[in-house]
């Protein structure tokens, strides 16, 4: 299984760290730098970081990748998208500057908790994960949602949601160590999937 992470700007290390710890208990995964789209042709499954939409936005949708991630989430490419990847993947943005991809039926508000200063740290209890410590940094905030399930909330709001292939969430998961996101991911590229969403 090749995973793709989009490796223009924000937490890429971090994600490619988080994969590499995984391929070394389980065969047959690697990880790919997504920086053109014959990349992007080359993955099983995307991971788009956190980091600043309006960048990732701009690079992708000139290196040719924004569309095509767009034709490959619809075929079934399993994409799991955090903080700034749920802004790009979303029904709407709020932005003019960033247009949702519309793969998730979820309404973003941009840095609802603040500037950087107003980062913090939370345990959160996510459906079929289980407790994991959550590391929120300039998050966005799902502040209207439609056909999806919510996997984890906090003070009311959705942080983590799931709409068959695509998994989104506000908080990053690659900055903890904890692999359990990760590899729950990893497990959405085959079927079974039964959707538990309504609305």
């Known amino acids: 299984m090749n995973v793709g992470i989009i490796g223009f700007q924000g937490d890429v290390e971090e994600h490619i760290a988080i994969v590499k710890k995984i391929s070394r208990r ?25 980091g ?5 936005y701009k690079l992708i949708s ?41 793969l998730l039926d979820v309404t973003i508000m941009r840095n609802a908790y603040g500037r950087q200063v107003n980062s913090f740290e939370t345990d959160i209890d996510i459906k079929g994960i289980g407790t994991f410590h959550a590391v929120f940094i300039r998050a966005p905030r799902i502040k209207e949602y439609g056909n999806v399930d919510v996997m984890a909330s906090l003070d009311g709001y ?35 999937y039964i959707s538990t969403a309504t609305g």
């Open 26 to 50: 389980r065969k047959g995964i690697n990880v790919l730098r997504i920086r053109r789209k014959e990349d992007l042709d080359r993955s099983d499954s995307l991971i788009i970081p956190g």
């Open 158 to 192: 959705p942080v983590m949601v799931r709409s068959g292939n695509i998994l989104g969430m506000t908080f990053h998961p690659e900055l903890t160590g904890d692999v359990s996101i990760h590899e729950y991911f990893l497990s959405m590229g085959g079927g079974g």
């Open 62 to 102: 000139e290196y040719g990748i924004y569309d095509e991630i767009i034709r490959r989430a619809k075929e079934g490419m399993p994409v799991m998208a955090t903080c700034a990847g749920l802004i790009l993947i979303s029904k709407d943005t709020n932005d003019d500057r960033v247009p949702g991809m519309n």
């Open 52 to 56: 600043e939409s309006t960048t990732i």
